[in-house]
């Protein structure tokens, strides 16, 4: 008998539904949940490939104290005392918790009551403040809430769909893939990308706008200037319902001239936007990173809602602007007030009469009366010795902040860390005083907020591993040992959620947007069945508006929505050593530090290993080619080394790195080491997408390729980058040193040992080596060495890794490291779900199919999931293009 669980996805913010299925034997498979309402049925490539990211190895099953294996008694003892010493001696301001908005609503509520009743610090920040902070922000300075008024289905109602500095094709593919469907349905729906590069969300947008870095703000005011010169405003809506829209507007004319410099768009590009706009009624403006993660966020969000706002086009089908959130539980971080500056149910902490009614609500001793610490000043306090004890809770800061390496000095010099985590090294694991396991996806019990305000359960669907437990159990049994234990006597995720749900009905008679009042009651049964719903749900009132604002209602006190004026002054981003703008970001199929998809061979497969997306102008006039290595440095010091990919999607003057790579999988590669803590001043989010880099070509004495069965402890490299493959792993290799004897270096290196036995070729110079390794005739592993990038077909030889290798032709072929002529070579890989790679849909265009539809037909890549059908496209324009030539 098999058992079948509905759960929600646990990466992006789209908070897809997932049904888990688990046979007798154990065997865990998954598959969209069609009921559900974010992605009826769909599911991405990484969605899809959940069942391969939940085995065991690399998790952390046991408490740790100074990296020995304890119990939970004593670990939560020794936590609970030293955070009560710090706050007894220091004040409890010393003392701090970053958390993260991949946590669940009861975990995150948890902790932050904790924090900011009962030891009475708002010390608490978040991921979610590199993430969501400048949205959080903006539509607290518009709404006077932090409202998101549409739905997802109002990206498929509009007619035009603005994606600002979002690839919503690899980071929201599930929703993109409404948006393509409901194009394709309605041709007449026009979508704009305004993102500095090229990407495959740009593949459906009838039109590109590659802005320069944060020219963001002044389009928008340009747009505004342009509605109300053309007529396009509703002067009703402002008249009725809003504030300030003169000041606004007055900040906002800019001479055509002025645009051109500010945005780097050429005007007939701007004008095309403008009109477009202008005439659109129904217009939905999405915005993520490239928006949230800069030094004027919250400006430019500002800026993107003064347009809605004028036009009256908020909170009706098919109308508003829309805030992508990037985790799974970004939104219900929001909701309990996780973020330093928050307080809890969308309270205000700076609003007296808020702090007390949560106090009363709480009954907690002790309320914070301040803002706390936002993460960069958080980090920079650890640093300096202001905060004395810190917890990090689901989060790797060591990767994902800014300054990455005083991340790493600040949490040397802390004098207390505490880690909860579900693997046992990540990059900040190391740091540890005590380390916690956590139960992870598909063991843990709770909810989450998805972009579109939608509450799902996470549930439970395989046993707590070892001695892992619920990050708020954590917290909960640390709160009881430092005698908080009346107000922490939860039995289950279900008690939290119900505390959750009455206190934003808690005296809120509407004054304040979140509110699931409904749910107060809520005892274990009904919310073991809870189906997913959005907010609000007030008590007594079942049916409710699905949006917001379309006839005011705002959340400041006069009722009024805010205009904002917003400076269009863009930021000077470059210096004359760094004279390269560094863009960050994501790719498909990995996600934030890898420590979940990095264990599946087949998300590692699409990417392989770090890599800089530079203009080939830009490389040429550095002697760069493509596949070289790269050096790039940054004015605070600091230097990574990834390959270098030459494409005309990306502006020239800038570059662009992915964030995902970490000391575990690929160094010197982590590249917020490069990244500076220059901040919003608004809303404190860092500007992770705007750094100022240089770029050389890196001159290693050797490159090297290899595979192999064990788990590769590279000796001597001066870079290497990991991934698992099907039968082991991958590694990119480089040497600043040649070395000298390949073969002993290989079967120490690559743990082939010595029964292995070998066969090698090696040109005239003995400057290109080439080895592959038996265990009797399976391949076990094998080196490609040469002074220039190796050239091999690496996919087919990662497919050759543990097969029989007997035939002297295949061996041959094998150190040759292509396939022989009569064998196929997939080419690298595009569609993950049917591991087509990029050779077998060029045959199939080849053979004839001109279309994505025709591709999948006859090879089924991009009919399952989809997320590959933006790459698939480009494949066939490309080879169209070549064929017409
Ligand atoms: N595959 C995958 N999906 C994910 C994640 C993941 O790790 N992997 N993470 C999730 C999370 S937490 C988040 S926050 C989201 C992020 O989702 P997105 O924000 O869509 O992703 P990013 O790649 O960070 O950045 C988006 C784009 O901003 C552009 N950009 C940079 N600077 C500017 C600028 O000044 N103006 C404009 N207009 N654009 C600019 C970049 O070129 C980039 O293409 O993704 C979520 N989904
Ligand atoms: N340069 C650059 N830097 C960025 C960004 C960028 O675009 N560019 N984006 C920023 C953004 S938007 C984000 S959201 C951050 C993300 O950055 P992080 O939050 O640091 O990245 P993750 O890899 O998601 O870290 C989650 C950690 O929690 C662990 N974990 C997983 N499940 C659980 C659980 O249930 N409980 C516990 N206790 N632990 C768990 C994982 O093993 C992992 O170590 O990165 C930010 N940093
Ligand atoms: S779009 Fe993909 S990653 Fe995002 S929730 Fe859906 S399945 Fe998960
Ligand atoms: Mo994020």
Known sequence: MSTETRTTCPYCGVGCGVIARVEDDGAVSVRGDPDHPANFGKLCSKGSALAETIGLEGRLLQPEMDGKPTSWDAAIAR?????????????????AFYVSGQLLTEDYYVANKLMKGFIGSANIDTNSRLCMASSVAGHRRAFGADTVPGTYEDLELADLVVLVGSNMAWCHPVLFQRIAAAKAARPGMTVVVIDPRRTATSDIADLHLSIHADGDVALFNGLLAHLARTGAVDENYIGA???????????????????????????????????????????????????????????????????HLATGRIGRPGMGPFSLTGQPNA?????????ANMLAAHMAIENAEHRERVQRFWSAPRMAEKPGMKAVEMFEAVADGRIKALWIMSTNPVVSMPDADQVKAALTACPFVVVSDIERTTDTTRFAHVLLPATGWGEKSGTVTNS???????????????EARPDWWQLQAVAQRMGFAKAFAYDSAADIFAEHAALSAFENDGERDFDIGAHADIGAEAYSELTPFQWPQRQGQLAFDRRFFADGGFFHGDGRARFVPTPSAVPQRTEADFPLVLNTGRIRDHWHTMTRTGKSARLSAHIGEPFCEIHPLDAKARGINDADLVEIAASGGGRVTVRALLTERQRRGAVFVAMHWTEETASPARINALVSPCTDPVSGQPALKHGAVSVKRAAPA?????????????????????????????????????????????????????????SGAMDRHGKRTRLAFFAGDRLVGALFVSPSPVEVSRAWIVSQLGQPQLDPVERHALLAGRPALDRPDPGALVCACFNIGANQIAGAVRAGCCSVEAVGKAVSAGTNCGSCRPEIRRIVESLQVLAAE
Not at 79 to 86: D, G, H, L, Y
Not at 710 to 726: C, I, W
């Open 331 to 339: 939104m219900g971080g929001r909701e309990v007030g996780g973020l």
């Open 241 to 307: 319902h809003t504030q300030g829209f003169a000041q606004a507007l007055a900040a906002a004319d800019l001479s055509m001239a002025d645009l051109i410099t500010a945005t780097g768009l050429p005007a007939l590009q701007i004008r095309q936007f403008f009109e477009l706009f202008a005439r659109t009624e129904k217009v939905v403006t999405c915005y993520s990173q490239g928006v949230n993660q800069s030094s004027v966020g919250t400006d430019k969000v500002n800026a993107i809602i003064n347009c």
């Open 702 to 758: 050797a490159y090297a390729f290899a595979v192999s069965h064990q788990k590769p402890q590279p000796q001597g490299a001066s870079y290497r980058a990991l991934a698992k493959t099907e039968a082991g792993y991958r590694i990119e290799l480089a040497f600043a040193q040649p070395i000298e004897d390949w073969e002993a270096w290989a079967r120490q290196s690559l743990g082939i040992g010595t029964e292995a036995t070998a």
């Open 452 to 466: 579109e305000r939608r509450i799902s359960r996470q549930r439970p669907f395989l046993p707590s591993p070892g």
């Open 79 to 95: 936590v609970a005392e030293r955070f009560s010493t710090v706050i007894a001696e220091h004040g409890p301001d010393a003392v």
